[in-house]
């Protein structure tokens, strides 16, 4: 049987970390001259159009549940909702999109169809 010495693990790459002061230090003609120097770093993008899909007006989520006299529970399980999440859009921690910001929108223009819709055969 033969010994084999194992190799050292290998050192992790070092963390890039920006020198920061040296970034606050710039002057805007400074880095309008980088942006010359390299455009794709920064593009501009001020003639860029702003689309509705691209700018999302935000959900009131506490307020379509407070319209309908519902605590956060109820809401959550006649709608099908996570009550995690219920939490996290009323707390503004996160957003609801998609499917989900539909729905939260339909159910606050239509909440009975939305009842309706959901109720049980």
């Given at each position: 049987m ?6 050292p693990?290998p ?10 002061a040296?970034?606050e230090?710039l002057?805007d ?10 455009p794709?770093v920064a ?27 519902m605590?956060q529970?109820?809401f959550a ?13 009323e707390q ?15 159910i ?9 819709a959901?109720?049980?055969?």
């Open positions: 033969s010994i084999s010495k194992q190799k693990a050192e992790p790459p070092a963390k890039h970390e920006p020198d920061w040296a970034l230090a002057t003609e400074e880095i309008a001259g980088q942006i010359a120097a390299d794709d593009p501009d993008v001020s003639d860029w159009p702003l689309d509705k899909a691209v700018i999302m007006e935000p959900v009131d989520v506490k307020a379509i549940r407070a319209k309908l006299g605590s529970e109820e399980k006649k709608f099908g909702l996570n009550v995690t999440a219920l939490r996290d859009w503004q921690r996160r957003m609801p999109r998609g499917p989900t910001r539909t729905l939260l929108k339909i606050d223009r239509e909440p009975a169809a939305v009842r309706r959901l109720a049980r055969l």
